[in-house]
């Protein structure tokens, strides 16, 4: 399960990166939000899954609860930073119309992704992990869901005036725009409040470590 996990993961990250979504249909929005939910929501987290257990096994015995649930929080803080300031209309900007900012955005979510989930599960999901992990999974949800709202939300477009095209359908910049923050709605918030739900439910169950082999 976890080897396959991994392999999915990079398959994931594959389909993104050489994909039409950062080349052919880099000026929409929806393309773009497609491709960041792939990376920080489906291919994070199952590398995380695949690299947890060698990750346990390189490290000393269990550290302190303390900084565990700081490292957690923090991990959360980062993506925030980074899912957030990547979306300022500028800096969305910049990531269009240059191929190293592109690079640069993807890393920082793939890098971002990875530090959170791997944090969240932990590579030995005691339950001082699962509490923290949880807490930090949901935190991200929460930021990830008012993100998507304001961006479906708002009055006018934040990325370009002109239409777009995505998977051969043409989009004014409104309707890109809200079209791309249902998908952080309905993939991101749904994957991070899930992960935290099942993190949760992991501690209160005493279920605590057990992620399928």
């Known amino acids: 399960m976890r080897r396959a996990a991994l392999i999915l993961g990079l398959l994931t990250l594959a389909l993104i990166w050489a ?31 695949g690299l947890a257990p060698s990750l346990g096994r390189r490290l000393p015995s269990a550290p302190p609860a303390a900084p565990l649930l700081s490292l957690a929080l923090i991990a959360s803080l980062v993506e925030l930073v980074v899912v957030w300031g990547w979306h300022a209309p500028a800096a969305r900007l910049w990531a269009e119309r240059s191929a190293f900012a592109t690079v640069l955005e993807q890393a920082s979510f793939l890098l971002a992704g990875l530090f959170l989930w791997l944090t969240a599960i932990g590579p030995r999901g005691t339950p001082a992990q699962d509490a923290s992990g949880a807490f930090a999974l949901l935190l991200t949800s929460v930021h990830m869901t008012l993100l998507g709202a304001l961006l479906s939300l708002a ?44 993190l949760l439910a992991r501690l209160l169950t005493g279920r605590t470590g057990e992620i399928a082999r």
Request: charged letters at 5%; hydrophobic letters at 60%; one cysteine or more.
């Open 19 to 49: 994909g039409p979504l950062l080349a052919a249909w880099r000026g929409s929005f929806t393309a773009h939000m497609l491709a960041h939910m792939g990376v920080v929501a489906i291919a994070a987290p199952l590398i995380a899954i």
């Open 155 to 198: 009055p006018r477009p934040l990325y370009g005036l002109g239409e777009v095209t995505c998977f051969g359908i043409v989009l004014g910049a409104g309707e890109d725009q809200a079209l791309g923050g249902v998908i952080m709605l309905m993939i991101g918030a749904a994957v991070y409040l899930a992960g935290g739900v099942f």
